[in-house]
Nanobody, 122 residues
């Protein structure tokens, strides 16, 4: 499985960005996919996931501003980010292979990760 993120950039506060993740692999649609981010000096942070059956979840810090979507036919995961602020500055990662526990998506050691796309808001 390979994941390739795109769409990052340097933007001003208040504008929008749309991140995309292109996935390969025959079984990718069977599992959860998600976006995480990591700011300098901080640990990687969960942003949002999209489970196979359509269940989504957002971190409180992005709820109401970010929207996750998934196209299983195209094997793509998208994150629409609105009203960006400086705290959104981070390296954004796409993740796949998450396991649905019945209540949540869990991304354990067998999950797949992209190389990340940088988002800088100033």
């Amino acid at each position: 499985v390979q994941l390739v993120e795109s769409g990052g950039g340097s933007v001003q506060v208040g504008v929008s960005l749309r991140l995309s993740c292109a996935a390969s692999g025959s079984t990718i649609n069977d599992y959860c996919m998600a976006w995480f981010r990591q700011a300098p000096g901080k640990e990687r942070e969960f942003i949002s996931y999209f489970a196979r059956m359509g269940t989504t979840k957002y971190a409180d810090s992005v709820k109401g501003r970010f929207t996750i979507s998934r196209d299983n036919a195209e094997k793509t995961l998208t994150l629409q980010m609105n009203s960006l602020n400086s705290e959104d500055t981070a390296l954004y990662y796409c993740a796949a292979g998450g396991i649905w526990t019945g209540r949540n998506c869990v991304f354990a050691s067998g999950s797949y990760w992209g190389q990340g796309t940088q988002v800088t808001v100033s």
